[in-house]
């Protein structure tokens, strides 16, 4: 079956240090797995696409820009997938309250095939 993958990066341009920014990071973590682990939740983001299977990576990290959270998801669907990213931002931020938030969403590019020798 064919997989459509996201690349999702949540970030702020808030800084943390020591136990607050394992807090944080915890958090922010926290907020993507709830969102792409609930079923109800991937359907209202893939507006119903028929999907076999979700898988999700994700790297939070902090630099002199902020924190983030990047994550690549792959949907296993018969059909292409979309995400809806008004409604994902929407999720996103609901749960997060830190300053400057933004959220960028790209459709990964699919490898091409390697020719055939």
Not at 19 to 43: D, H, P, V
């Given at each position: 079956?064919?997989?459509?993958?996201?690349?999702?990066?949540?970030?702020?341009?808030?800084?943390?240090?020591?136990?607050?920014?394992?807090?944080?990071?915890?958090?922010?973590?926290?907020?993507?797995?709830?969102?792409?682990?609930?079923?109800?939740?991937?359907?209202?983001?893939?507006?119903?696409?028929?999907?076999?299977?979700?898988?999700?990576?994700?790297?939070?990290?902090?630099?002199?820009?902020?924190?983030?959270?990047?994550?690549?998801?792959?949907?296993?669907?018969?059909?292409?997938?979309?995400?809806?990213?008004t409604k994902l931002s929407k999720m996103l931020k609901a749960e997060g309250k830190w300053s400057n938030m933004k959220v960028e969403k790209k459709v990964v590019p699919e490898e091409p095939e390697p020719?055939?020798?």
């Open positions: 079956m064919p997989e459509t993958s996201f690349f999702i990066c949540l970030s702020t341009s808030d800084t943390f240090e020591g136990e607050e920014y394992t807090k944080q990071a915890g958090r922010m973590s926290n907020i993507f797995t709830e969102i792409f682990t609930n079923s109800e939740k991937i359907l209202l983001l893939t507006h119903k696409a028929p999907l076999t299977g979700c898988h999700t990576e994700l790297d939070v990290s902090q630099d002199e820009t902020g924190l983030k959270c990047a994550a690549v998801v792959d949907f296993t669907s018969s059909k292409k997938v979309t995400i809806d990213k020719p055939l020798a």
